[in-house]
């Protein structure tokens, strides 16, 4: 905590310049070039991507020897298109673009504890893989990265992988929180077209009507929900849009629906998929007609493995104290890239609230033009996060 302290000023520092200069997606030119540039000057072996601008940087621990874990941290880069409304005086100059969800915090707390991590390398029997993604927001930078590599850059597999989230509300300043197990959603989506035959709005019966058909659907899907599913392992369908038609007398050929599907098991994650496509399929046939059903599949479920949980609060509740530290009472329907990460290898989520607001129930939340992070909480996160690192690499 002394070493993170010292740090701070320059964490901070990283953290506004970056705020100034939110990119969002896969491609983060700038961003990509100030993390290079804060890791400039330590002993690290770091790789740019070739599809996106993630940085793999990659700590040889002193102690290391060819069968000793690889820890992976991970730090997301990328911001929002919200137009920042927060009068900060490192409010950011990209029109239409802002660090609404505290990214930028991320990038700097994980540059911190490259520092940190670097001052003790000496004594680090494994290596630390510092993943610095791009797109979380969407499309997603998890996943291209492990395609080029991310869990083999040490030339083993990763062990074990962490990460934080900053929070602009719900939670007091400095307060961490999380939960073992499922933490986050899956985020799906479905697009439902009904195929009909158009015609006149007076003769119904030499035409297929599909729109009272995408009307019976969207009602049976919420049947489906709550008869067809464990209320302990919850899914949520909701369609957000439904459209056909361009006037009252004519029925036109197609209707569709678009929903949203969130999910908490891979097993309900996969059954609700299976069962909108029955669904909808049998519906329309009971009337003769016919559906396409597209599910386009999101990020999965967050899962924070048991003991590496166990781990990563151990740490919080050593540095910081108990009290610093919230047991989440339910998951959160929100989905994160990091589930790529989490999917492969063991590890562990957490979230610390960075709310500069006494009043942090009222607060906006994270993604709102309001959001506001004090980075007053960066050295805790750096030094959280190269705690865990060498609490992992010491077998602790
Ligand atoms: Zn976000
Ligand atoms: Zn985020």
Redesign the pocket.
Known sequence: MDSARTIGPDLVALRRELHRIPEIGNDLPLTQQAVLRALDGLDLEVTTGNGLSSVVALLRGGAAGPDSPVVLLRG?MDGLPVTEEVSVDYASEHPGVMHA???DLHVAALVGAARLLHERRAELAGDVVLMFQPG??GPGGAQPMIAEGLLDAAGRPVDAAYAL?VASSEYRFGQWFARPGPIFAAADEVRVRVLGKGGHGSSPHRAKDPIPVACEIVLALQAMVTRGFDVFDPVVVTVGRIAGGTKENIIPDTAELDATVRSLSAASRAKVQADIERLATGIAAAHGLEVTVDHRLGYPVTVNDEREYARAVGAVTDLFGSDRFTLMPEPELGS?DMSFVLDRVPGAYLLVSACPDADFDAAPD?HSPRAAFDDAVLPDAAAWLAEVAIRRLAGR
């Open positions: 997301d969800c505290g990214h979380e927001e989230h994160e994270n």
